[in-house]
């Protein structure tokens, strides 16, 4: 940013938070009981061991406890939802089959540009499953397979259920559990032996109406010497009434294989987003998780890491702005089982206007992971009086021969640098900009341009629309 680069408009603001009348097809009544999981397993047409999963999830569900830490969710009324909405017949390969104004709200949010201009393929998911999805035919060509996960599991049924629920069981926490029950749509990706895609896979995540519930499942396999970048977005406009987002992502990275995951989650303010994202590498394997969250009103995301190849390596780099009204509850999970694995986070926070945000972080380096190596690094920038940051690392290693460090630093803007600026003629609001888009350089250095631009400007949008 320079000093000549204006403010951001507020106005703008409108690119995300505008909404569609309800057009849907088909919803679900309100409220989630057996009969509701039945008929969301009836209308997909699911096979019989689907439906059993399901009913096990949903019973799984109704039996697990909140979780006890960060942010209360007791008051959430699971009743008041409606858990599953269709938009459309069916998923649509040509842009002009999708209906009008689903298509005019992706149009409005980018989509088809960024697919012109620098993607290998994109799925577009509006409300409980995908509308759109295309790819192109040299990548197509090398056996890659990119769907949403509805048609992997009509399509690919062994090798979805080889997969599918393993790694992320339904029992592992209540929302993984709700998902399990409900779940819809989301990215079904398998990168075959060998074939290294040298341009992104995109998916996009659109929540419309009010009262409603986005439940994708996806499902990512990298094979072995195989490489993938994916990268979502994610948006909802503004309700007085909340909705709910509880995905599910698991991911499976074969021996030598790279992996690269990018959220940008935009949701509005109205969105409660409590997810889960695991992966797990095997042998020289690498992951890595490049995680933004500007929106929603509570968030609860700690992207994880089983590291249990040998040599294997995970990272995870987030960044997460807290403003007026939102809790921000993210961090990171690293769990080395694999000997000489290695593994690094780095956690840039911005709170402001009252805003919470924490960093929640868990390394674990077992008896066998002997020789690893972990990293650590939380830093935050408290912008008033008001905001509020912790950090609240769980930290252990079980072997005399591994490394572990963390390091945490809290912050406010620094007045020197700010006098340094303005004595130069730029403005106070533009001169805390720059800081701040300094601060979260390391993080945006990750994003291929054009997503770094846009996070740029969510940031600065984000803060300057919530000044008091």
Same mark, same amino acid.
């Given at each position: 940013?320079?000093?000549?680069?204006?403010?951001?408009?507020?106005?703008?603001?409108?690119?995300?938070?505008?909404?569609?009348?309800?057009?849907?097809?088909?919803?679900?009544? @309100?409220?989630?009981?057996?009969?509701? /999981?039945?008929?969301?397993?009836?209308?997909?047409?699911?096979?019989?061991?689907?439906?059993?999963?399901?009913?096990?999830?949903?019973?799984?569900?109704?039996?697990?406890?909140?979780?006890?830490?960060?942010?209360?969710?007791?008051?959430?009324?699971?009743?008041?939802?409606?858990?599953?909405?269709?938009?459309?017949?069916?998923?649509?390969?040509?842009?002009?089959?999708?209906?009008?104004?689903? @298509?005019?709200?992706?149009?409005?949010?980018?989509?088809?540009?960024?697919?012109?201009?620098?993607?290998?393929?994109?799925?577009?998911?509006?409300?409980?499953?995908?509308?759109?999805?295309?790819?192109?035919?040299?990548?197509?060509?090398?056996?890659?397979?990119?769907?949403?996960?509805?048609?992997?599991?009509?399509?690919?049924?062994e090798l979805f259920k080889k997969y599918f629920g393993t790694?992320?069981?339904?029992?592992?926490?209540?929302?993984?559990?709700?998902?399990?029950?409900?779940?819809?749509?989301?990215?079904?990706?398998?990168?075959?032996?060998? #074939?290294?895609?040298?341009?992104?896979?995109?998916?996009?995540?659109?929540?419309?109406?009010?009262?409603?519930?986005?439940?994708?499942?996806?499902?990512?396999?990298?094979?072995?010497?195989?490489?993938?970048?994916?990268?979502?977005?994610?948006?909802?406009?503004?309700?007085?009434?909340?909705?709910?987002?509880s995905g599910v992502i698991e991911i499976f990275v074969g021996?030598?294989?790279?992996?690269?995951?990018?959220?940008?989650?935009?949701?509005?303010?109205? /969105?409660?987003?409590?997810?889960?994202?695991?992966?797990?590498?095997?042998?020289?394997?690498?992951?890595?998780?490049?995680?933004?969250? /500007?929106?929603?009103?509570?968030?609860?995301?700690?992207?994880?890491?089983?590291?249990?190849?040998?040599?294997?390596?995970?990272? #995870?780099?987030?960044?997460? #702005?807290?403003?007026?009204?939102?809790?921000?509850?993210?961090?990171?999970?690293?769990?080395?089982?694999?000997?000489?694995?290695?593994?690094?986070?780095?956690?840039?926070?911005?709170?402001?206007?009252?805003?919470?945000?924490?960093?929640?972080?868990?390394?674990?380096?077992?008896?066998?992971?002997?020789?690893?190596?972990?990293?650590?690094?939380?830093?935050?920038?408290?912008?008033?009086?008001?905001?509020?940051?912790?950090?609240?690392?769980?930290?252990?290693?079980?072997?005399?021969?591994?490394?572990?460090?963390?390091?945490?630093?809290?912050?406010?803007?620094?007045?020197?640098?700010?006098?340094?600026?303005?004595?130069?003629?730029?403005?106070?609001?533009?001169?805390?900009?720059?800081?701040?888009?300094?601060?979260?350089?390391?993080?945006?250095?990750?994003?291929?341009?054009?997503?770094?631009?846009?996070?740029?400007?969510?940031?600065?949008?984000?803060?300057?629309?919530?000044?008091?």
């Amino acid at each position: 940013m320079n000093n000549e680069e204006p403010m951001f408009d507020n106005d703008e603001r409108s690119r995300y938070e505008f909404r569609d009348e309800d057009k849907s097809l088909f919803k679900t009544r @309100k409220g989630l009981d057996e009969e509701v /999981v039945r008929e969301i397993s009836r209308v997909k047409g699911e096979p019989e061991w689907m439906l059993e999963f399901r009913l096990e999830a949903l019973k799984a569900f109704f039996e697990h406890h909140q979780p006890r830490f960060g942010p209360s969710l007791d008051d959430i009324d699971f009743q008041a939802f409606t858990y599953y909405t269709k938009v459309s017949e069916g998923v649509s390969k040509s842009w002009e089959d999708v209906p009008d104004d689903v @298509k005019n709200t992706f149009e409005k949010l980018g989509i088809p540009e960024a697919e012109r201009k620098y993607l290998a393929g994109v799925s577009a998911h509006y409300e409980s499953e995908a509308v759109y999805g295309n790819m192109l035919k040299e990548v197509e060509d090398n056996g890659v397979i990119f769907t949403d996960t509805d048609t992997g599991l009509r399509e690919y049924p062994e090798l979805f259920k080889k997969y599918f629920g393993t790694l992320v069981p339904i029992r592992d926490n209540k929302y993984s559990a709700l998902n399990g029950a409900v779940w819809s749509g989301g990215s079904f990706i398998y990168i075959p032996k060998g #074939v290294k895609l040298e341009m992104p896979l995109q998916a996009y995540f659109r929540i419309n109406n009010k009262n409603s519930g986005q439940f994708e499942r996806s499902l990512i396999i990298v094979d072995d010497d195989a490489e993938l970048n994916y990268v979502e977005g994610c948006t909802a406009p503004m309700y007085s009434e909340d909705s709910l987002h509880s995905g599910v992502i698991e991911i499976f990275v074969g021996k030598r294989a790279r992996m690269r995951y990018t959220t940008i989650q935009n949701w509005s303010n109205s /969105v409660l987003n409590l997810v889960t994202q695991r992966a797990v590498v095997d042998d020289d394997g690498l992951m890595e998780w490049v995680d933004g969250n /500007v929106g929603s009103k509570t968030c609860m995301k700690y992207p994880c890491c089983v590291l249990r190849g040998e040599r294997s390596h995970g990272s #995870v780099n987030s960044v997460a #702005v807290a403003g007026p009204g939102q809790y921000q509850d993210t961090g990171a999970k690293m769990i080395h089982i694999g000997r000489g694995s290695t593994s690094n986070i780095i956690s840039k926070s911005i709170s402001h206007g009252g805003g919470t945000s924490n960093f929640r972080g868990k390394i674990y380096i077992s008896p066998q992971a002997e020789g690893s190596r972990a990293k650590e690094q939380c830093d935050t920038l408290i912008l008033d009086g008001r905001s509020f940051s912790d950090t609240v690392p769980c930290n252990k290693v079980d072997n005399s021969t591994s490394y572990l460090e963390h390091e945490a630093s809290v912050s406010r803007i620094s007045e020197d640098q700010l006098f340094y600026l303005m004595s130069r003629g730029i403005a106070r609001d533009v001169a805390t900009q720059m800081i701040l888009m300094g601060f979260l350089q390391p993080f945006s250095d990750e994003l291929p341009m054009e997503y770094a631009v846009e996070l740029n400007r969510l940031i600065h949008l984000d803060i300057e629309s919530k000044k008091p």
